[in-house]
């Protein structure tokens, strides 16, 4: 089919000879979005109204960026509205496979599903797939558009508000979230699939230098933007969660671990114990994903057994109320 499926045999999905031995990650390619009323968003065509039980939401359970978009349908109370599959947490020759079913079509891949979208696609088979059943297409596969889509867009049916991308603080929350996707949600691949040293190094120095601006700045105040939990938060937590489980190890980001330090790992728990949230972590599917499919990497995919994390009582840092 000439797909080029994220995962199997990694340098499938990424060039680094071209790039001296760096990740370099590709942008997604559905990019439309879907609103209120089915007015054009800021990319992509018009035509994807919010409406009940049109829509569906393919996920991995191990993939982070995926996660975002659980997160978003558990916090905006979506999940009566936007049914939810997710994939087997191993990838092999076929890339992203159901292992229990594809509800739609009966597909047993998820490259069949950007196929059916576009039979021409030759690109990077990734999740979260937001799925339009009316059109049978994919609305988008960029998870940070679909949480900012799921904020908003069905808010006059559910009658939820609660905003984690409120107007007055966009320029904070993009800076913020340009800091961490470049040198922490992203980083930690930087590390996990350099081929070369110096881009490893590179990679991990801008990462532990990071945690230490995001250490100190959360000795001050509770959350990345002030007093709320923002967007912002969610698309560091998704990176943080999986930190000690398996990017300490696999990916070598092992300077120390995130609960090494004391207010990002104070923040983490809190974001953990956020009403609805720790349902959306599954660390069984974590590990056996990045250690299992990452052959290149692990080789022999044994997963290991630990660590043993302890999400329970909250640090002092829970007192930061101004």
């Known amino acids: 089919m000439g797909l080029l499926v994220e995962g199997v045999w990694t340098d499938q999905w990424y060039d680094t000879k ?34 009940p039980n049109r829509y569906h939401l393919y996920v991995s359970l191990a993939c982070p960026w995926a996660h975002r978009t659980l997160i978003f349908r558990k916090l905006k109370a979506l999940e009566e509205l936007i049914p939810v599959t997710a994939v087997h947490p191993h990838m092999l020759d076929q890339g992203w496979q159901f292992d229990l079913g594809e509800p739609l079509y009966g ?9 059916k979208a576009d039979p021409n696609y030759t690109g990077r088979v990734t999740v ?10 994919i609305v988008s596969n ?5 949480i900012r889509m799921f904020n908003s867009a069905f808010n006059g049916l559910t009658g939820n508000m609660d905003n984690y991308y409120p107007s007055d603080l966009h320029d904070e929350i993009n800076e913020i979230n340009d800091f961490v996707y470049n040198n922490i949600n992203n980083g930690v691949y930087k590390c996990g699939f350099a081929t070369a040293q110096e881009p490893y190094e590179e990679a991990f120095d801008h990462l532990f230098a990071a945690f230490d601006k995001l250490e100190e700045r959360l000795s001050t105040q509770r959350y990345l933007v002030g007093k709320q939990i923002t967007e912002a938060d969610w698309r560091l937590f998704t990176t943080l969660i999986r930190f000690d489980a398996v ?9 120390n671990r995130v609960s090494d ?8 728990r809190d974001l953990y114990q956020q009403p609805g949230i720790s349902e959306t972590v599954n660390f069984e599917h974590i590990k056996n994903h990045y250690y299992f499919s990452h052959e290149s990497i692990n080789p022999t995919r044994i997963v290991p057994k630990g660590p043993i994390l302890d999400f329970g009582a909250v640090h002092d840092r829970m007192r930061l109320s101004s």
């Open 142 to 146: 960029e998870s940070a558009e679909i």
């Open 261 to 268: 330090m004391p207010n990002l790992w104070g923040y983490l």
């Open 107 to 115: 597909f047993e891949y998820a490259h069949q599903l950007y196929s």
């Open 18 to 51: 071209s790039t001296g031995g760096r990740f370099e990650r590709k942008a997604s390619q559905f990019r439309n979005w879907l609103t209120a009323d089915g007015s054009a968003g800021s990319a992509g065509k018009a035509g994807f109204a919010a409406e």
């Open 128 to 137: 979260p797939i937001l799925w339009d059943k009316q059109q049978q297409t």
């Open 247 to 255: 990017y300490v190890g696999h990916f070598k980001c092992n300077r």
